[in-house]
Antibody, heavy 118, light 112 residues
Framework: QVQLVESGGGVVQPGRSLRLSCAAS????????MHWVRQAPGKGLEWVAV????????YYAGSVKGRFTISRDKSKNTLYLQMSSLRVEDTAVYYC???????????WGQGTLVTVSS | QSALTQPASVSGSPGQSITISCTGT?????????VSWYQQHPGKAPKLMIY???ERPSGVSNRFSGSKSGNTASLTISGLQAEDEADYYC????????????FGGGTKLTVL
């Protein structure tokens, strides 16, 4: 069955960097676009970034563009999110998400909490 | 891209039906049949309930249905059950010259 397991979250000071990882299994990782979606404490969902199945296309939400970088390693079946210049408002649970038919989020990881605080 | 507009809360009694609206623009909800709905229980990851405006993934109860008219999509839950109490989010693909997705602010469903 599809499994997505995020890791790398934690407490980090504003302005610092952090890298999240998502280990994927149970499906052909290299055949699917992958996303990161986040949820601030007590708030709604916010789309963060997408990477195409082959890594050739990457797009970001305006709130993170220029600070976050999405990437993938097909040899490790792993998705990454490199976050730099972190802000207090980046505090959220970050979910790794697989897509169905390119446009819908059909499998979600359990999420990893990133807290940006001094 | 602005968030889609959903009511903050709705409620209903067991066995009743409720509808949650999701209003966007001609650039997102009204642009194509690419609206989806997600259910989220406290402390859990979201679950896909509806895609392509009105399609149900296998395993999702047929008590859940989706529809759309113009720039407003709707999720209807019939025969409310206690386990339906959760947060519900709509989402639309909003890309034109780029890839972009936008979520609604979420609706808290309370089963009375």
């Amino acid at each position: 069955q599809v499994q997505l397991v995020e890791s790398g979250g934690g407490v980090v000071q504003p302005g610092r960097s952090l890298r999240l990882s998502c280990a994927a299994s149970g499906f052909t990782f290299s055949s699917y676009d992958m996303h990161w979606v986040r949820q601030a404490p007590g708030k709604g969902l916010e789309w963060v970034a997408v990477i195409s199945y082959d890594g050739s296309n990457k797009y970001y939400a305006g709130s993170v563009k220029g600070r976050f970088t999405i990437s993938r390693d097909k040899s490790k079946n792993t998705l990454y999110l490199q976050m730099s210049s972190l802000r207090v408002e980046d505090t959220a649970v970050y979910y790794c998400v697989k897509v169905r038919s390119s446009y819908y989020f059909d499998y979600w990881g359990q999420g990893t909490l990133v807290t940006v605080s001094s | 891209q602005s968030a889609l507009t959903q009511p903050a809360s709705v409620s209903g009694s067991p066995g009743q039906s409720i509808t949650i609206s999701c209003t966007g623009t001609s650039s997102d909800v009204g642009n194509s049949n690419l609206v989806s709905w997600y259910q989220q229980h406290p402390g859990k990851a979201p679950k896909l309930m509806i895609y392509e405006d009105s399609e149900r993934p296998s395993g999702v109860s047929n008590r859940f249905s989706g529809s759309k008219s113009g720039n407003t999509a709707s999720l209807t839950i019939s025969g409310l059950q206690a386990e339906d109490e959760a947060d519900y989010y709509c989402c639309s693909y909003a890309g034109t010259n780029t890839w972009d997705w936008v979520f609604g602010g979420g609706t808290k469903l309370t089963v009375l």
